[in-house]
């Protein structure tokens, strides 16, 4: 063996992480419709990792974090038409491959529903009356402050 292939042997031994990394990878999906999710922000974080990594699922719903130490991860997804989604205790070990897809649901206001947001002061109840409701009309709900569609 020459001296130059004992001197990569030595580095690579020093380097456990170049060689015992391990990678998770895996789809995001919607739940109702089972299409691919692009742009899903997958988060994964570790006392094996100096800090947090991200990457963004591609048009097909696919993540991979490659090049990752063995240890124990919490991985996150988020993005503005999900709800976010953690998952703890997720174990990588040396030269590892995880598959972890996930189906997330759609944000509420990714749903097509709209929310409206009352301020005020609360209404003054009568508590003697079994009377319920409230009526408004036309032009009440023309003049709220919503887009139009």
């Known amino acids: 063996m020459s001296s130059q292939t004992l001197r990569l042997a030595a580095v690579l031994l020093l380097l456990p992480g170049a060689v015992h990394a391990g990678s998770i990878l895996g789809t995001a999906l919607d739940v109702d419709t089972r299409r691919p999710l692009p742009g899903v922000t997958v988060r994964i974080s570790s ?10 699922t591609d048009a097909d719903g696919r993540y991979q974090l490659a090049g990752l130490p063995p240890g ?12 976010p989604y953690s998952r703890s205790g997720v174990q990588l070990h040396a030269e590892g491959t995880l598959r972890i897809n996930v189906e997330l649901l759609r944000a509420s206001n990714a749903r097509g529903e709209c929310v409206l947001w009352v301020f005020g002061p609360a209404p003054i109840t009568d508590v003697g009356s079994a009377q319920q409701g409230m009526s408004f009309n036309r032009s009440f709900t023309d003049n ?3 887009p139009r569609l």
């Open 47 to 56: 006392p094996s990792l100096a800090f947090e990594q991200a990457v963004l």
């Open 144 to 146: 709220l402050p919503l």
């Open 72 to 83: 124990r991860y919490r991985m996150r997804f988020e993005g503005p038409s999900v709800d």
